[in-house]
Nanobody, 125 residues
Framework: QVQLVESGGGLVQAGGSLRLSCAAS????????MGWFRQAPGKEREFVAA????????YYADSVKGRFLISRDNARKTVYLQMNSLKPEDTAVYFC??????????????????WGQGTQVTVSS
């Protein structure tokens, strides 16, 4: 099993930046696809970004492409989400997740086996 803990959320003004971290414990995540998702109040959870086990392949939602960057440090068992040019519509609880079965980044929520508890990101206008 793997435990995932997100951190780095907070309150930021529109146009600002935040860097989220997702720390894994319990076992290595070297072979896992890692993803970031978000859920705004009253809305369904949605895909944000994903990265393959090596870190060489990434996939982004159209809404964040060019503004967010996903990366990973397998030695530290940590995945990052650098969020730039933040908009009020980016306000949500952000979750990281691990897919232990696939080797390619993807947006399928049901394909991720482990989830963190989430970290709140609030962007003020």
């Amino acid at each position: 099993q793997v435990q995932l803990v997100e951190s780095g959320g907070g309150l930021v003004q529109a146009g600002g930046s935040l860097r989220l971290s997702c720390a894994a414990s319990g076992r290595t995540i070297w072979n896992d696809v890692m993803g970031w998702f978000r859920q705004a109040p009253g809305k369904e959870r949605e895909f944000v970004a994903a990265i393959d086990p090596s870190g060489g392949g990434t996939y982004y939602a159209d809404s964040v492409k060019g503004r967010f960057l996903i990366s990973r440090d397998n030695a530290r068992k940590t995945v990052y989400l650098q969020m730039n040019s933040l908009k009020p519509e980016d306000t949500a609880v952000y979750f990281c997740a691990a897919d232990t079965k696939r080797a390619y980044p993807h947006a399928l929520i049901a394909g991720y086996d482990y989830w963190g508890q989430g970290t709140q990101v609030t962007v003020s206008s």
